[in-house]
């Protein structure tokens, strides 16, 4: 699976924008991008992923640059509940032996300041 | 949907002993994960299964560590003998084996191995 390299930390303003970058240069062109996040002894929550078109729900946005290279995870309001651990992912597309695994690294830490 | 679920939350066990984490996958999903999580070595795959056959197994760190899956709605994770560095929180995922559907993680089993 291709790396992905994430900031370490982050801080934000409750009530703004929090904007996460995720750098993944060595993507390949069936590599999806997945974000999650995990709240302090919660197990890993989904928020959304993508392949090469920008995606919104109603957790958050993903806009992926036209290269795939890089992402960023948008929460648009941030609020005090979404200070988490928040984990950027490529994972390979389903037709591929083994492709349903999800490799995870160190995350960033986002804390969320009132 | 109860989610996926685990028990024990918590075990504590001394060195030496043999120790089973359950985990119940939501109903209708047919992938398996189980991951361990440490401070030093983060969220690590250790094995998981497509239609309760093991897939991938190579993060099982040795012989001490079994998973089995023994039908649609059950699996377990066996460490026998438990040593004090087994200590982590094992988590449990599931997902449908489809079109990049996202993982679902249960609560986790913390481990305390004395």
């Not at chain 1, 703004?16 to 590599?31: D, K, V």
């Not at chain 1, 109603?58 to 992926?64: P, R, V």
């Not at chain 1, 640059?65 to 995870?73: A, G, I, P, Q, V």
């Not at chain 2, 012989?63 to 438990?82: G, V």
Request: charged share 20%.
């Amino acid at each position: 699976d291709a790396k992905t390299t994430q900031p370490t930390s982050m801080d934000c303003a409750e009530g703004r924008a929090a904007n996460l970058p995720c750098n993944h240069s060595t993507i390949s062109g069936n590599e999806y991008v997945y974000w999650y996040r995990q709240i302090h002894s919660q197990g890993p929550q989904y928020i959304i992923h993508g392949l090469k078109n920008n995606e919104t729900n109603e957790m958050a946005s993903l806009i992926i640059t036209e290269d795939r290279k890089s992402s960023t995870l948008i929460l648009p309001h941030a609020t005090l509940r979404d200070t988490a651990v928040y984990y950027c992912i490529v994972r390979v597309g389903p037709l591929v032996q083994g492709a349903q695994k999800l490799v995870f690294g160190q995350g960033t830490r986002l804390t969320i300041n009132p | 949907d109860a989610g996926v679920i685990q028990s024990p939350r918590h075990e504590v066990t001394e060195m030496g002993q043999e120790v089973t984490l359950r985990c119940k996958p939501i109903s209708g999903h047919n992938s398996l994960f189980w991951y361990r999580q440490t401070m030093m070595r983060g969220l690590e795959l250790l094995i998981y299964f497509n239609n309760n056959v093991p897939i991938d197994d190579s993060g099982m760190p040795e012989d001490r560590f079994s998973a089995k899956m023994p039908n649609a709605s059950f699996s377990t994770l066996k460490i026998q003998p438990s040593e004090p560095r087994d200590s982590a929180v094992y988590f449990c995922a599931s997902s449908p084996r489809q079109n990049n559907s996202p993982l679902h993680f249960g609560n986790g089993t913390r481990l305390t191995v004395t």
